[in-house]
């Protein structure tokens, strides 16, 4: 048993080493610039590091991670808003006596042993004793859950089964946000309290401001037609053309054109290069050619002459099969320059009026190395630039298995949202549209036939944990559920090492007047005997911590050093 543990506890703390190794090598290669230090580790997150089984990013995940206040970072609490969720529950009903009873509950909230929804109850009765709560709540949204028929007691008990899945979308959605932050180690729960609240524990952030914006921004679930590719590739190819010309006219002052060499690559060459279907290419077999080699001075070299020719094909591989609505593909290194292209007034006058281009939220499932995204057309058919479909139409969503067994999404929708998506579809048969959360796209389906009655089946290469994520987004745009910040705090990161130091310190000090009293009260050999059972106590409290991926933090120093002496106080024991 106590070589298995050994075993165990040497397993887990090597995370730590071999994190250490590469953020050491980074920091070498790097020489004071961060973003270079963060470039290098971005370049083998997704490489295996250790064991061959293990990327850099899983390790990361796995090592023995400081606290905020060893650390500094960022905590904050969210505070998802329950009578805004009523309030879209009972579809913003002008009722006086509802309104009432709703912002005194909200009131009373701060200062009660009760939530919210037991406080409105209260109140409403109180104020309008023989109404009932089906009257408020028999809406499109609760159709199939609440009828004029339905008692309080199945009314409240429905309320409170919404709200918590209100909370629930909150949480799936800032923790899909802070993922693309690409915070290291984020801790995100949700505080099974009464106000419905989620904590937020981000170390190392330095724009306190940014993630603010990023955590309380209301999530908006669309559903977006599409373009296909082939419709668009010839306005993207005489967008690069335009992009060149605006381009040598900003270096003309200070340089000079440069010719096209014999082994330049056309533009349709370039365009083929990355056949549908087959991202990964772009992240190895193209990407050699086009991001050139540090190595090899001559396909740098060649890299500058294609950026020339072609800007923006240079850093975004086409879709040349021109089929469904992706574009084109990208390493996330080249997304800003991408959207800065894009967003030019002049290159926006070569692109169609109605499209708008959206990235993926995840990289393409053809790269296996997780650095390749796609770039999605969408189409905007209405005048006010809205979606032809919003989240709020939906009224249910969950993860299934196709009639093949494999992993699928059902969506259901209320009567309207049904009369419109069955004209949607009916109207892209054979097209894909695209579900977007936050101006990113999750999924975008091909439609095989008009769907009516509101129910569908989303079928793909998912796999059962994507499929419940699409169902958790879907799900996520069905209410309303604005999360407000109600306590925030930032720990620097002076303060953190500081910490750290008098930790280490203290820990340190503890340990050797500890050696040297066993030493002189019991001799020598015994007293080393003891000592050796502290570095092992050590040890294994250290690898078992690790494989609770428990965060360090002061106190649990001080908890350590405490350990120590409750282990010579045994051997204390032992010895008299």
Same mark, same amino acid.
């Given at each position: 048993?106590?070589?298995?543990?050994?075993?165990?506890?040497?397993?887990?703390?090597?995370?730590?080493?071999?994190?250490?190794?590469?953020?050491?090598?980074?920091?070498?290669?790097?020489?004071?610039?961060?973003?270079?230090?963060?470039?290098?580790?971005?370049?083998?997150?997704?490489?295996?590091?250790?064991?061959?089984?293990?990327?850099?990013?899983?390790?990361?995940?796995?090592?023995?991670?400081?606290?905020?206040?060893?650390?500094?970072?960022?905590?904050?609490?969210?505070?998802?808003?329950? /009578?805004? #969720?009523?309030?879209?529950?009972?579809?913003? %009903?002008?009722?006086?006596?509802?309104?009432?009873?709703?912002?005194?509950?909200?009131?009373?909230?701060?200062?009660?042993?009760?939530?919210?929804?037991?406080?409105?109850?209260?109140?409403?009765?109180?104020?309008?004793? *023989?109404?009932?709560?089906?009257?408020?709540?028999?809406?499109?949204?609760?159709?199939?859950?609440?009828?004029?028929?339905?008692?309080? @007691?199945?009314?409240?008990?429905?309320?409170?089964?919404?709200?918590?899945?209100?909370?629930?979308?909150?949480?799936? #959605?800032?923790?899909?946000?802070?993922?693309?932050?690409?915070?290291?180690?984020?801790?995100?729960?949700?505080?099974?309290?009464?106000?419905?609240?989620?904590?937020?524990?981000? /170390?190392?952030?330095?724009?306190?401001?940014?993630?603010?914006?990023?955590?309380?921004?209301?999530?908006?679930?669309?559903?977006?037609?599409?373009?296909?590719?082939?419709?668009?590739?010839?306005?993207?190819?005489?967008?690069?053309?335009?992009? $060149?010309?605006?381009?040598?006219?900003?270096?003309?002052? *200070?340089?000079?054109?440069?010719?096209?060499?014999?082994?330049?690559?056309?533009?349709?060459?370039?365009?083929?290069?990355? /056949? @549908?279907?087959?991202?990964?290419?772009?992240?190895?077999?193209?990407?050699?050619?086009?991001?050139?080699?540090?190595?090899?001075?001559?396909?740098?070299?060649?890299?500058?002459?294609?950026?020339?020719?072609?800007?923006?094909?240079?850093?975004?591989?086409?879709?040349?099969?021109?089929?469904?609505?992706?574009?084109?593909?990208?390493?996330?290194?080249?997304?800003?320059? +991408?959207?800065?292209?894009?967003?030019?007034?002049?290159?926006?006058?070569?692109?169609?009026?109605?499209? $708008?281009?959206?990235?993926?939220?995840? /990289?393409?499932?053809? *790269?296996?190395?997780?650095?390749?995204?796609?770039?999605?057309?969408?189409?905007?058919?209405?005048?006010?630039?809205?979606?032809?479909?919003?989240?709020?139409?939906?009224?249910? @969503?969950?993860?299934?298995?196709?009639?093949?067994?494999?992993?699928?999404?059902?969506?259901?929708?209320?009567?309207?949202?049904?009369?419109?998506?069955?004209?949607?579809?009916?109207?892209?048969?054979? $097209?894909?549209?695209?579900?977007?959360? *936050?101006?990113?796209?999750?999924?975008?389906?091909?439609?095989?036939?008009?769907?009516?009655?509101? $129910?569908?089946?989303?079928?793909?290469?998912?796999?059962?944990?994507?499929?419940?994520?699409?169902?958790?987004?879907? %799900?996520?745009?069905?209410?309303?559920?604005?999360?407000?910040?109600?306590?925030?705090?930032?720990?620097?990161?002076? !303060?953190?090492?500081?910490?750290?130091?008098?930790?280490?310190?203290?820990? #340190?000090?503890?340990?050797?007047?500890?050696? +040297?009293?066993?030493?002189?009260?019991?001799?020598? +050999?015994?007293?080393?005997?003891?000592?050796?059972?502290?570095? !092992?106590?050590?040890?294994?409290?250290?690898?078992?911590?690790?494989?609770?991926?428990?965060?360090?933090?002061?106190?649990?120093?001080?908890?350590?050093?405490?350990?120590?002496?409750?282990?010579?106080?045994?051997?204390?024991?032992?010895?008299?």
């Amino acid at each position: 048993f106590a070589v298995l543990l050994t075993l165990v506890c040497v397993f887990y703390l090597s995370f730590s080493f071999v994190t250490r190794h590469y953020t050491n090598k980074a920091k070498e290669r790097a020489n004071g610039d961060t973003k270079v230090e963060q470039d290098y580790l971005d370049s083998l997150s997704n490489e295996k590091v250790w064991l061959g089984n293990y990327t850099l990013k899983q390790c990361r995940e796995m090592e023995i991670s400081l606290g905020l206040d060893l650390k500094g970072g960022m905590n904050v609490i969210l505070e998802v808003s329950i /009578p805004d #969720v009523i309030k879209a529950l009972a579809d913003n %009903k002008p009722d006086e006596n509802f309104n009432q009873a709703l912002a005194t509950a909200a009131k009373q909230a701060t200062n009660s042993q009760d939530d919210v929804i037991t406080l409105f109850i209260k109140e409403y009765h109180r104020i309008a004793p *023989d109404a009932k709560l089906s009257e408020l709540f028999a809406t499109q949204q609760l159709k199939d859950k609440v009828n004029q028929k339905s008692s309080d @007691a199945e009314v409240e008990k429905v309320l409170r089964s919404e709200v918590k899945a209100a909370v629930e979308n909150s949480y799936n #959605v800032l923790r899909t946000r802070i993922d693309r932050f690409g915070v290291v180690q984020p801790n995100i729960q949700s505080l099974e309290d009464r106000m419905g609240r989620i904590m937020v524990e981000l /170390p190392g952030i330095k724009e306190p401001e940014r993630v603010r914006k990023l955590l309380q921004g209301s999530a908006n679930l669309e559903f977006w037609e599409t373009y296909t590719a082939k419709e668009i590739l010839p306005a993207m190819q005489s967008a690069d053309s335009k992009l $060149r010309a605006i381009l040598s006219q900003e270096t003309a002052a *200070d340089s000079t054109a440069t010719n096209a060499t014999a082994d330049t690559i056309p533009a349709a060459k370039l365009a083929e290069a990355t /056949p @549908a279907k087959k991202a990964v290419s772009v992240a190895d077999s193209l990407a050699a050619t086009l991001k050139g080699d540090a190595k090899d001075e001559k396909a740098g070299a060649n890299m500058e002459e294609i950026k020339k020719q072609y800007p923006l094909l240079a850093v975004l591989q086409l879709n040349s099969s021109g089929q469904g609505p992706v574009i084109g593909y990208a390493n996330y290194k080249d997304t800003a320059d +991408i959207n800065r292209y894009l967003s030019m007034p002049e290159i926006q006058s070569e692109l169609p009026k109605d499209l $708008r281009l959206k990235w993926g939220v995840s /990289p393409s499932e053809f *790269d296996k190395k997780g650095q390749t995204f796609e770039l999605y057309a969408i189409k905007s058919t209405e005048r006010n630039g809205k979606a032809p479909l919003e989240g709020d139409v939906v009224t249910d @969503a969950k993860d299934e298995f196709d009639q093949y067994s494999k992993p699928a999404v059902s969506m259901t929708m209320n009567s309207d949202g049904a009369r419109r998506w069955a004209q949607l579809t009916k109207q892209n048969i054979g $097209r894909s549209i695209a579900i977007v959360l *936050d101006n990113y796209v999750y999924s975008a389906p091909n439609v095989n036939s008009e769907i009516t009655g509101g $129910r569908s089946q989303i079928t793909g290469h998912f796999t059962p944990e994507q499929a419940k994520d699409l169902a958790n987004v879907l %799900k996520s745009g069905k209410m309303p559920a604005p999360a407000h910040i109600v306590q925030e705090d930032i720990v620097g990161p002076s !303060l953190g090492q500081e910490s750290i130091n008098a930790g280490i310190f203290s820990f #340190v000090v503890a340990l050797i007047l500890l050696m +040297i009293y066993m030493c002189s009260m019991y001799g020598f +050999i015994p007293g080393m005997v003891a000592n050796c059972a502290l570095f !092992l106590n050590f040890f294994f409290t250290l690898g078992i911590l690790s494989s609770f991926q428990a965060a360090l933090t002061m106190s649990g120093i001080a908890g350590m050093v405490l350990s120590l002496g409750m282990a010579v106080d045994a051997n204390v024991l032992i010895y008299e």
